[in-house]
């Protein structure tokens, strides 16, 4: 027991029993005809794996692995396509060996033999990448892979009360993070869905959307100062709340993938743990009545840090409720005052819109949401549920995966339209026709959202990888024919590098690829992602 | 009449008859001894400048002009070194050439004539820089300047009304700007104090903090995309409203002040114009409970669009109020609902500690804001005169300048004793003792805060410059060996490169070298800021 190899999390959280049946229940609702057979992951043993082509210098011996289930539980992330190759015993590029340094020291050593031996370097965080991040498809060239962990990293250093800030070691885990800072009653305030299985570090290293749907909610606002090994030296920012002196340097390394450095340290920005909470949903008739509303949330200053609006399929599947348009989900909290006049607004803004406002919920928690985070934690537990229902799912062939984008309101609808036709096609042709698309806007900003999808679709074992890519890639082509960015906060990889290339301006790539020369002058870091193949 | 080519501004609104009586008065207060004899600017013919060492293409003749004034203007910026040296006749390095490129294919022309001719290139907005930014001392090793000034590529090219956004481009000032923004009903909402003279080019090339107190104030916060011109091609970012595939693109170019190429436009994300307002003021018996009340306003969730603290010698000297630790001055502001409220917890949260609250005014603006700007107008009016009402004190020997940083809450104290024990040490030696140092904080973050020093000062006529140097010198090791930032807001320029270098990691300053050299192959671009001199 322990962590999966092969799916999501802990293999003692797998779905089965009462949550199987009902989950196999759903999706005979919309998939009658779909064949359930559930398929088992093969044994580490049986898959046949290759020895490692290095070895390990007797001076790193001690915080390397090269045990067979470390190597493949690296090999790849959380996305389908990585949970499908497991469980059907396809092995692809695995690491030769895994590190699991205990401070910069051991990595610093580590960096020396890779650049020095001409080994690929892969940091891994959590490994919920789903974008083959963490995967070791270096191309030819590398006499090996050795992918660091950063679990053993993964401490408190100190915790500034004045200042409301935390120096954190970056391999720490979600939980492990908010269980450190609980005692001095701070909080980082950062739960994507991965949270349990996701590291401040890869959070860094990929620039993460957040807890919050509106104000700033990306990982890069709560950041202090960066300290990044590079295979040049270490790279450590000033620590100041907000610098104006040349470019910041924590831009070029916040969303570098592991390709320049690995962010071994932050200084992060803390928020106390809010006191009160409003919270309600409104129901829509259309969709984009629902948009409106957010679009106006969103300008309003009223900061709601719930904002999810929901489709009607993605109402109906993750939120059991039956709408024609839209369900908002919307919530605001504070440490710092009631949010009963704010959450009039709220409704107000709604009703302005069309919106059926449901009931409001107000909490008020005194000592700072200890107790009364159980209904959240509730709502989180679903939330953090989810993964493990997609591994339950696809060991059952259904293609269950998500796409993320993010765009103006203005090319909001044009978009919505375009990529939900494109999907239902490609479902149309690669499954058969039985589908479904969903979309929710998780993040909304004054000039534009972020719309995620859900696809839901038949899929036959043994083709899966190859029906998911073939949709994906097509909806790729629809989001950046119409203004949408490739990733809003799933990170770049060896996924999206095709539509990536095409996004970002030529002349910022030819510039960052000297960069990265400079700071990685043996082009170990991450190869095959983010920028040009030969910049290395 | 017109632009002063010495000084800031318009010559006709120079501060002359009852405005200049009033300040000397008001100087004599504290400079009891002050030699207050008027010093006037020399006539432009009378500098004995050198001609131009280059000869214009006749290709680019109509967009250059070697006019001696136009030279002069272009020379330097608006600190008090800048305006000193004006005033004493000393020309120091002069740009050969001012180009006013009307459109980017000038601009591309300029660029490919000055990197094949080896002419540094300086980009010029609106000419506020207080750093050396803009000033032409490039080194040896250029065959001479050329000065691109941005001010005839000053047209919003197009309002996106659903996504609240607009296409700028980059050299228009702010008056302007706001001005072709209003017909639409939109605003940016940036009002820095250079707001009249300053351009969002100039704003996004030094990474401007704005008219937001708390919450996200910097320019950057507002960009949508960027559109750069670098002599190796044109850099063009998505529009998005926000994106997380890898380092952000316009992250490089944000603060690289005119060294890794030439903003040309960017999609701005704007605002509505505030129709309802509260205000009011608060006294603090200590300025460190103002800065604790500052602190916990900035945590609050209430993002007061103005929460200036201004010590004792800064509200006598800036708003005529005496009070024994501090003078806070706090605003709400909303498009979207009243802040009655808001501005009651305000109030209450600047009483908890220890604050007196003066009376509390509402204003609702119905139709947004057209006739009720009057107060603020007047207010900003005031704020305005300053940089005028500096040249005048200056022009009467007084050492009037400003220095800013950035530091965490729990450095704070230390840096304030620190700083302004050292400025009035500094004082004390190159002035005799006579002059006043004072503080206050502009902007607030949940982690610490940018405080604002004043020094006023008696000087020498014939020594300013050398004088407030060495103010400036120690002021900003002190603030160094503190924990601040070089520059919260002023950039770095020329002469902040000594401590600016001390602050960066020196492996992002070899990889932006790297990067330099990609996209600035001659490394004609501003040298001498920012990047090491060999960078280019």
């Known amino acids: 027991m322990g962590r999966s190899w092969w799916g999501w999390g802990l293999d003692e959280e797998a779905v089965q029993g009462q949550e199987a049946r009902e989950l196999e229940r759903a999706v005979r609702s919309f998939l009658p005809e779909a064949d359930l057979t559930v398929h088992d992951a093969p044994a580490v043993g049986s898959l046949g794996l290759a020895r490692p082509r ?63 031996a001409n080994l690929a370097v892969i940091a891994y965080g ?67 869905q991965s949270f349990e ?41 000033a620590r100041v709340p907000s610098s104006g002196a040349g470019p910041s340097p924590d831009g070029v390394f916040l969303g570098s993938e592991g390709t320049l450095g690995v962010i071994t340290q932050a200084w992060m920005q803390l928020r106390e743990r809010p006191r009160w909470r409003s919270q309600t949903s409104v129901v829509f008739d259309r969709f984009f009545d629902g948009v409106a509303a957010v679009r106006a949330l969103a300008r309003s200053g009223l900061e709601p840090a719930n904002c999810r609006l929901l489709d009607a399929a993605e109402a109906l599947i993750n939120a059991g409720t039956s709408v024609r348009g839209g369900l908002l989900v919307v919530g605001l909290e504070s440490a710092d005052h009631p949010q009963e006049a704010a959450m009039e607004r709220v409704v107000a803004l709604c009703a302005d819109h069309g919106g059926r406002v449901g009931r409001v919920r107000h909490s008020d928690e005194a000592g700072g949401g200890g107790g009364r985070e159980e209904r959240s934690a509730r709502w989180r537990s679903a939330f953090v549920r989810m993964p493990y229902q997609r591994d339950a799912l696809v060991r059952r062939s259904v293609l269950v995966e998500t796409f993320e984008t993010a765009c103006t309101w203005g090319a909001l609808e044009g978009l919505h339209a375009r990529v939900v036709a494109a999907a239902q096609e490609a479902i149309g042709q690669v499954c058969g026709g039985q589908g479904v698309v969903t979309c929710r806007l998780t993040h909304a900003y004054r000039d534009g959202a972020a719309p995620y999808f859900g696809v839901y679709a038949q899929g036959r ?42 996004e970002r301006p030529g002349v910022f790539a030819a510039g960052m690829g000297a960069l990265k020369r400079e700071v990685d002058p043996a082009g170990v870091l991450n190869p095959g992602v983010l920028w040009p193949a030969g910049a290395g």
Chains 1, 2 share one sequence.
């Open 461 to 502: 074992w043994g083709s899966m990888v190859e029906q998911w890519d073939e949709i994906k890639a097509r909806v790729s082509s629809a989001i950046a024919e119409c203004g949408g960015t490739i990733t809003h906060h799933h990170a770049v990889g060896r996924d999206h590098m095709r539509w990536y290339a095409g």
């Open 54 to 116: 290095v070895v390990v210098p007797e001076s790193l011996a001690h915080v390397c692995s090269v045990a067979p289930v470390e190597r493949v539980a690296h090999a790849r992330g959380k996305a389908l396509r990585d949970v499908v190759r497991n469980l059907e015993g396809v092995v692809g590029p695995v690491p030769d060996v895994v590190a699991f340094p205990e401070g910069e020291a051991d990595l610093e050593r580590l960096l020396d033999w890779c650049s020095g």
């Open 197 to 237: 299985f996701s590291s401040l570090g890869g959070w860094l290293a990929t620039r993460a959307g957040g807890h919050f749907a509106t104000g700033p909610t990306r990982i890069d606002a709560m950041v202090e100062s960066l300290r990044v090994v590079t295979p040049a030296g270490v790279a450590e920012s």
């Open 126 to 192: 959590g490994g919920s990448s789903v974008v083959g991040g963490v995967e070791p498809r270096v191309g030819e060239g590398f006499a090996g892979v050795v992918t660091v962990d950063l679990s053993r990293m993964r401490r408190v250093l100190e915790v500034d009360a004045v200042s409301g800030a935390a120096s954190v070691q970056a391999g720490v885990l979600g939980p492990d993070l908010e269980g450190q800072l609980r005692p001095h009653g701070w909080s980082l305030r950062h739960f994507p």
